[in-house]
């Protein structure tokens, strides 16, 4: 009994007291998860939208600012009031005046950084002054120079985009022999534009402040992941601040801001921000310095080049480190119309996006959060996607629901079966009122002003749809002229979306694709071996519409994904530019042939018609016919010679059949002709 009495008195001991207590005095055990900012992950990983080290860097920062500068600058168009009247193109004295005006003021960077690292390596002392601490005066002074070249059209507020790129030297950070080659660049960029308010310039730099986090629309999006990752590379390779100075349209005095962009979505100010009155209208201005592998030609310079033709409406201004200065005249006076937000269409929405809808939908009732959360949704359609949903709900014995029924009321199983039937239903194609394409007319009169080509057509086809959002597929093609005979296919497809292009990941883009899976020898085109045109022509693929945004493969936006929907109208666009193409070579291969018979003929012509007056006038006293009368006719007659077979082919093309594929006519021929003619045919 006595072994049975202790026993209970041990456990009450053991477990009463000690169990109550051991909460008080044990310290929560802390987890292994910790949680980051998006600011915190990008800016170690800044390669992910583009920025990795190498030639295309360079480009990446062109990239993103002057896709800010156009945006911007297209929405000051759209805003604003008053409007400038301007001509149908530049004025060419506004080009001489800010090559004048700069001429004197730029030096070759590359070539005296290169200099002092010859003089380096062969021993010789070289003495570069430190760079002194700029004061907040000292960049207003030298952004007060920096318009200078441009207060013509500043004045007449043209529309205005500038970068310029300058290899500095900071021998603190890096020295002149650094055996990895790397140089610092100071990079800059100005537009007049529609410019930023004090709120949303302190937001600028910060990760996810964008135009098209709530809704999709057609536009290069507005400080996304790509200026705060251009900033965060700054400071990451240089350790310099970032200076911008900005202006709304429709304010008196500017914003001024010297800073650093932080780890924790916040800015740490170096000085500023001021407002003060600066001379210009409206805009935003940026300098900064990045850390990359030196500067070469066919990077940003290109992006540049391809920017100004499908934003013909911009006058884009690019001065290099070697102190080249680039100018893309605007060529057309009308902007494009400003796009629509698209709204979620039934079909491109999955059943998270729908539960996130519900959850932050302002909507009192089920039928105002469909017919309003969507668009091509009609009252009725609402009312038929709750029925279907009822009859489920009653196999299950639950409760029905109503047009009325509170949308924060739903329970998880009712959300699952009210997505069933609206995803099973069938709907009106999205709105293509979302879609702003560039147009044919404007497309082939850039690309002529461009490169003065023998032969450009454009070809844009309807909206259509794709994910639920609207797009458009436009094409041109140009041949001869300016245009010199390409050794590499990337130098013959020039890819676009929404006006930006794309130079980067070409073979992964459905546009390239698209192209390979035409079949170019039914034009009178000849190909590399991966299926891409060769020769003296450029194809320009340009998709445009909200669409795009969803079908990019990555951050970086250089590739779109094959879409069945997508690579067909880029194909059939394609093959119409095609045979307009292949009628203008057979036009000018039957006006060549007509030309060398005619000369053929005309070789003869003197030699026939002596023969021919000799047989007329044998026998007779008095000739009928001469021999020099008889040959200018016959010279006469040629002129206009074309065979039958010529004007069948000719009508066969007009008819832009791809039944029989057409093939050119070799020397051959002409020998035959040549021969026919010698033998008397």
């Known amino acids: 009994?006595?072994?049975?009495?202790?026993?209970?008195?041990?456990?009450?001991?053991?477990?009463?007291?000690?169990?109550?207590?051991?909460?008080?005095?044990?310290?929560?055990?802390?987890?292994?998860?910790?949680?980051?900012?998006?600011?915190?992950?990008?800016?170690?990983?800044?390669?992910?939208?583009?920025?990795?080290?190498?030639?295309?860097?360079?480009?990446?920062?062109?990239?993103?600012?002057?896709?800010?500068?156009?945006?911007?600058?297209?929405?000051?168009?759209?805003?604003?009031?008053?409007?400038?009247?301007?001509?149908?193109?530049?004025?060419?004295?506004?080009?001489?005046?800010?090559?004048?005006?700069?001429?004197?003021?730029?030096?070759?960077?590359?070539?005296?950084?290169?200099?002092?690292?010859?003089?380096?390596?062969?021993?010789?002392?070289?003495?570069?002054?430190?760079?002194?601490?700029?004061?907040?005066?000292?960049?207003?002074?030298?952004?007060?120079?920096?318009?200078?070249?441009?207060?013509g059209m500043i004045n007449?507020?043209?529309?205005?985009?500038?970068?310029?790129?300058?290899?500095?030297?900071?021998?603190?950070?890096?020295?002149?022999?650094?055996?990895?080659?790397?140089?610092?660049?100071?990079?800059?960029?100005?537009?007049?534009?529609?410019?930023?308010?004090?709120?949303?310039?302190?937001k600028y730099g910060i990760y996810l402040a964008s135009s098209k986090s709530e809704k999709l629309r057609q536009t290069r999006g507005s400080q996304g992941f790509g200026a705060p990752s251009a900033f965060s590379d700054a400071q990451n390779t240089t350790g310099k601040p970032i200076f911008t100075i900005s202006k709304r349209f429709n304010t008196g005095e500017a914003t001024v801001t010297d800073f650093y962009t932080t780890t924790a979505n916040t800015k740490e100010y170096v000085s500023g921000p001021i407002n003060m009155d600066l001379p210009f209208e409206n805009g935003t201005y940026i300098k900064l310095n990045y850390l990359n592998i030196q500067y070469r030609r066919g990077y940003a310079d290109t992006y540049c080049e391809m920017a100004s033709l499908l934003n013909s409406h911009v006058t884009l201004v690019f001065i290099d480190p070697y102190g080249d200065v680039?100018?893309?005249?605007?060529?057309?006076?009308?902007?494009?119309?400003?796009?629509?937000?698209?709204?979620?269409?039934?079909?491109?929405?999955?059943?998270?996006?729908?539960?996130?809808?519900?959850?932050?939908?302002?909507?009192?009732?089920?039928?105002?959060?469909?017919?309003?959360?969507?668009?091509?949704?009609?009252?009725?359609?609402?009312?038929?996607?709750?029925?279907?949903?009822?009859?489920?709900?009653?196999?299950?014995?639950?409760?029905?629901?109503?047009?009325?029924?509170?949308?924060?009321?739903?329970?998880?199983?009712?959300?699952?079966?009210?997505?069933?039937?609206?995803?099973?239903?069938?709907?009106?194609?999205?709105?293509?009122?979302?879609?702003?394409?560039?147009?044919?007319?404007?497309?082939?009169?850039?690309?002529?002003?461009?490169?003065?080509?023998?032969?450009?057509?454009?070809?844009?086809?309807?909206?259509?749809?794709?994910?639920?959002?609207?797009?458009?597929?436009?094409?041109?093609?140009?041949?001869?002229?300016?245009?010199?005979?390409?050794?590499?296919a990337p130098m013959v497809l020039w890819r676009f979306v929404n006006r930006v292009p794309k130079l980067r990941d070409n073979s992964d883009c459905a546009t390239w694709k698209a192209t390979t899976l035409v079949n170019w020898k039914n034009y009178k085109v000849q190909t590399f071996d991966n299926g891409i045109p060769r020769g003296p022509i450029m194809v320009f693929i340009h998709v445009a519409g909200a669409y795009v945004h969803v079908m990019f493969k990555g951050q970086s936006k250089q590739a779109l994904a094959e879409d069945e929907v997508l690579l067909r109208e880029i194909k059939l666009a394609l093959e119409d530019a095609g045979r307009r193409f292949r009628r203008f070579i057979t036009r000018r291969e039957t006006a060549k042939r007509k030309a060398k018979r005619a000369g053929i003929l005309a070789m003869y012509a003197d030699q026939f018609a002596q023969s021919l007056a000799t047989i007329a006038n044998d026998g007779k006293k008095k000739p009928t016919f001469n021999a020099e009368v008889v040959a200018r006719k016959i010279r006469d007659s040629i002129t206009g010679f074309e065979t039958a077979d010529d004007q069948e082919e000719t009508e066969t093309d007009a008819r832009g059949t791809d039944l029989i594929a057409d093939v050119p006519l070799g020397d051959g021929d002409d020998e035959f002709i040549e021969a026919s003619v010698e033998g008397g045919e």
């Open 1 to 151: 009994m006595s072994s049975k009495d202790k026993k209970p008195k041990k456990a009450k001991t053991q477990s009463t007291p000690r169990k109550e207590k051991s909460p008080d005095k044990t310290p929560p055990i802390a987890g292994d998860i910790r949680q980051g900012t998006i600011a915190k992950f990008m800016r170690k990983r800044t390669q992910l939208v583009g920025f990795e080290t190498g030639l295309n860097k360079h480009t990446q920062f062109a990239i993103e600012f002057l896709d800010n500068a156009i945006d911007a600058v297209e929405s000051w168009w759209w805003k604003a009031k008053s409007l400038p009247r301007l001509d149908d193109q530049l004025d060419p004295k506004y080009i001489e005046e800010i090559q004048s005006k700069l001429e004197g003021t730029l030096h070759d960077s590359i070539a005296l950084s290169k200099q002092l690292e010859k003089d380096v390596r062969e021993g010789k002392e070289v003495e570069i002054p430190p760079r002194r601490r700029e004061t907040l005066q000292d960049r207003l002074t030298t952004f007060r120079k920096f318009l200078i070249p441009f207060r």
């Open 156 to 202: 007449r507020r043209e529309p205005l985009c500038v970068i310029q790129l300058t290899e500095v030297h900071m021998p603190d950070l890096v020295p002149l022999d650094d055996e990895e080659g790397f140089k610092v660049y100071e990079f800059t960029c100005f537009d007049n534009g529609v410019g930023m308010v004090p709120p949303d310039l302190e």
């Open 326 to 488: 680039r100018i893309y005249p605007r060529r057309v006076k009308d902007f494009p119309e400003e796009p629509k937000y698209a709204q979620p269409h039934p079909a491109s929405i999955r059943i998270g996006e729908f539960q996130d809808l519900l959850r932050e939908s302002t909507e009192v009732d089920l039928r105002g959060f469909l017919t309003r959360a969507f668009c091509r949704m009609s009252g009725n359609k609402a009312k038929t996607i709750i029925g279907n949903a009822n009859k489920e709900l009653r196999k299950r014995h639950q409760d029905t629901l109503s047009a009325k029924t509170p949308t924060d009321s739903l329970s998880k199983m009712e959300i699952e079966l009210l997505y069933k039937s609206f995803s099973s239903e069938d709907y009106i194609a999205p709105p293509t009122d979302t879609v702003v394409p560039v147009g044919e007319e404007v497309f082939e009169q850039t690309i002529q002003m461009a490169y003065e080509p023998d032969f450009a057509t454009a070809v844009t086809r309807k909206p259509t749809s794709g994910k639920g959002l609207s797009f458009a597929v436009e094409v041109c093609i140009a041949y001869g002229g300016n245009i010199k005979p390409a050794t590499s």
